[in-house]
């Protein structure tokens, strides 16, 4: 396994740490059904990209369905 030469300091040890923070993702609103979708990608609660229909998505069970 490697072995560092020498140690680093400690704001580059904490600069280093910042990163691994869960940093926040920049989503936007879907235009047909007003969810949160991430820019260049199918919305993944309808299926929609650009205004087409890129994907079938399988109709949502009822919640009376689902409990039962
Ligand atoms: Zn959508």
């Given at each position: 396994m490697a072995l560092p030469k020498q140690r680093h300091t400690r704001h580059r040890r904490d600069r280093a740490r910042k990163q691994y923070d869960v940093q926040l993702v920049n989503t936007q609103e879907c235009p047909k059904c007003k969810g949160r979708v991430l820019s260049h990608r199918v919305c993944p609660?309808?299926?929609?990209y650009k205004g087409k229909e890129m994907v079938k998505m399988a109709p949502k069970l009822e919640a009376s369905k689902k409990s039962a």
């Open positions: 609660t309808c299926g929609f």
